[in-house]
């Protein structure tokens, strides 16, 4: 039985979160003298003297409108590594606790445990880049607090089948993690839909692929409010700064262009694809939901030096493993991809 009162760490239960200036007064006022703030403000911008909201509500508000999620359900961080550590840090005795990973996958689940000293177990993904739910299941002990699901994932660029996601989320007692980071550029419904139906649900999504905006560092949880609670207890008080809030807050009203862009991202891999197939060095290209190609060469490594001498930069995938002689591919624009394919036409296999 899921019962999360018994996952999260006793010191968390128990602590009493920081309580800010702005956490306690929340009316109308004209006269701020409450944070230590520099009334004054700064030479350079008048307007960026005051801390910012620290549970950003009208950030939430829209986030709440578009994903037809309720504000209690959602939590933002700075980038989506933030909550990543941070459902380590609420989740997870360090020397106690243990998570599972499906390598090839995303690199902060293995770094983020590795810095709170929690214990990873590795389940590979299978030949074709699905979950392996016989070896989850053998892997799964009494204090395995967490499973990372990246979907789609990368560097494969698949999503991982629902059915078996659905088992996990059925099955599981602890956190079931779904990162869907590039959700956006794949036809899989979201399992944002489904957060009343698994009260053991997280999932994760951000502002820096589809939306354009990985300078911006804003990523998104959502879960159960109690879930929700727990990571803003544990967060930095003010973890997304003002100038943050306001773009954000911009950003958002543009859905419309997004879409379109994430339309024309689509299309430009589709068409980057059929370019692809047509070089002599190119052995496979993976299917991808997602806004990149994992491919694989002949001989990638020097492929990629190659590349770097001409300035473009690709991602050296070819030490990881099941990804060997793999370059990981960003869709890029239409000129750059067309440079990329005549660079690639133009190298000769010694
Ligand atoms: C699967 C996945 N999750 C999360 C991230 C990080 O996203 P953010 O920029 O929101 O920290 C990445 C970045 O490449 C990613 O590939």
Redesign the pocket.
């Known amino acids: 039985m899921f019962n999360l009162a018994s996952l999260v760490r006793g010191n968390i239960k128990k602590l009493s979160p920081y309580s800010s200036a702005r956490d306690e007064f929340s009316g109308k006022a004209s006269v701020f003298l409450d944070a230590n703030e520099n009334s004054l403000g700064s030479p350079l911008t008048k307007w960026y003297n005051r801390y910012p909201d620290p549970l950003q509500k009208k950030v939430k508000e829209k986030i709440s409108f578009i994903k037809k999620v309720p504000i209690e359900q959602i939590f933002l961080g700075n ?3 933030e909550p990543i550590d941070i459902l380590l840090r609420c989740f997870c005795e360090p020397k106690v606790d243990e998570v599972i990973i499906m390598p090839p996958t ?1 690199g ?1 689940y293995e770094v983020s445990a590795n810095i709170n000293n929690v214990t990873i177990r590795k389940v590979p993904l299978t030949s074709s880049f699905q979950i392996d739910l016989e070896q989850l299941e053998q892997s799964i002990q009494p204090n395995t607090k967490i499973i990372w699901i ?1 979907s789609p ?2 560097p494969t660029g698949n999503s991982m089948d629902r059915q078996s996601i659905e088992m996990i989320l059925n099955n599981f007692d602890g956190l079931v993690v779904i ?1 869907e ?2 959700i956006n550029f794949s036809r899989q419904k979201s399992f944002v839909a489904d957060l009343n139906d698994y009260p053991n649900l997280v999932v ?1 999504q ?3 692929k589809a939306w354009g905006l ?1 300078g911006l ?3 998104m949880a959502f879960a159960s409010s109690e879930i929700i609670q727990y990571m803003n207890k544990v967060k930095p008080p003010y973890n997304i700064s003002e100038p943050v809030q306001e773009l954000a807050l911009k950003a958002l009203d543009e859905i419309g262009q997004v879409n379109d862009m994430i339309k024309a991202i689509v299309d430009m891999r589709a068409a980057l694809e059929k370019d692809l197939m047509n070089i002599e060095t190119v052995e496979k290209i993976y299917p991808s939901d997602a806004n990149f190609l994992l491919v694989k060469f002949q001989d990638a490594k020097a492929l990629y030096e190659y590349l770097l001498d001409r300035e473009i930069v690709v991602r050296d995938r070819s030490n990881v493993q099941r990804c060997e002689d793999c370059l990981r591919i960003t869709v890029g624009t239409e000129k750059e991809n067309k440079a990329l394919i005549e660079t690639l036409k133009s190298f000769k296999q010694s």
């Open positions: 980038g989506s590594d995303y902060m990246c994932n990368n990162d980071a590039y994760m951000t502002l820096s990985a560092r804003m990523g």
